[in-house]
């Protein structure tokens, strides 16, 4: 079972081995939009995971959620 498993898994690598980028590589502009999304939701989460965790005074309350 295992050793299928195993040669199942190695012949994958054949397959999704992909080819050698050819030509020109043209470089992206730094998407400053995307970078600040992010990060506002990131704080977003951590902030409301903060007000949950200050509503909780009891094990009763930390386990309704």
């Known amino acids: 079972m295992w050793g299928a498993f195993a040669i199942i898994l190695a012949a994958t690598g ?3 081995a992909g080819g050698a980028i050819d030509g ?10 995307a970078i ?16 949950a ?3 909780t005074k009891t094990a009763k309350d930390f386990y309704t959620a």
């Open 24 to 33: 020109v590589v043209e470089k992206q502009p730094l998407n400053i939009a």
């Open 36 to 51: 600040v999304m992010f990060f506002l939701f990131v704080a977003a989460t951590l902030g409301i995971t903060y007000w």
């Open 53 to 55: 965790a200050q509503r």
């Open 14 to 16: 054949v397959f999704a």
